[in-house]
Structure formats: structure tokens, C-alpha cells
């Protein structure tokens, strides 16, 4: 299995309750794909850079987790039909050191 990190920035509009089960159904998938959620980490609302869909602050995420590589096409392909996120970047942790962080 590889390592991968999943950073999300969700709309500022869900509630608590929206975070949570939007975080639910990324983590359901992983897990369908025989995955393994290291590590979640909430960074909390944050200003954007520049507006997104006229928003302009988020709620941070990270999402450390291990899968198989080709699951990881299902994993993007459930991010990109939430509505509710803003903006993602999944990508492959290959360092050993970097590995070693998450685990």
C-alpha cells in the first residue's frame, strides 16, 4: 500500500454536523478501498487566498491515509462531486522520512 495525504478546504456554509459527515463519506470510500485512515487533522476556518465560488475563508482538513494505488481514481473522483468542497490536493507520500511522520 502507499501513502497519500488529502488536504480539503469545505465551504465555510456546512455546519459542525456537515464537516463531520462529509469527512465520514471521504473516509467511508477510503476504507471501501481497503484503506487505512492514519491521521485527521482539523486546521480549522481559514481566510482564502483569493475568493473561491465567491467564499472567502474555508475549513482546513488533512487526511493521512494508505491504499492501494489503484483506488486512489475512486478517492478523486468522490472528492471532485462534493459540492461542498472548495478545493482539494491528494498526493503521494513516497519519502520514508515523510512516511514515518504519518505513521
Known amino acids: ?6 488536504v480539503l ?5 456546512l455546519s459542525s454536523e456537515g464537516q463531520k459527515k462529509l469527512l465520514e463519506k471521504i473516509k467511508t470510500q477510503i476504507k471501501n478501498g481497503d484503506g487505512i485512515v492514519k491521521k485527521e487533522e482539523n486546521l480549522g476556518k481559514k481566510a482564502l487566498s483569493y475568493p473561491i465560488r465567491k467564499k472567502t475563508e474555508g475549513f482546513y482538513y488533512v487526511v493521512n491515509f494508505n491504499i492501494k494505488r489503484k483506488e486512489v481514481e475512486k478517492i478523486k473522483e ?17 519519502d520514508r522520512k515523510e512516511r514515518k511522520k504519518i505513521n
Open 78 to 94: 468522490k472528492v471532485k462531486t462534493e459540492t461542498d468542497i472548495l478545493r482539494y490536493l491528494l498526493i503521494g507520500i513516497k
Open 9 to 13: 478546504v469545505l465551504s465555510p456554509d
Open 1 to 6: 500500500m502507499d501513502s497519500y495525504q488529502l
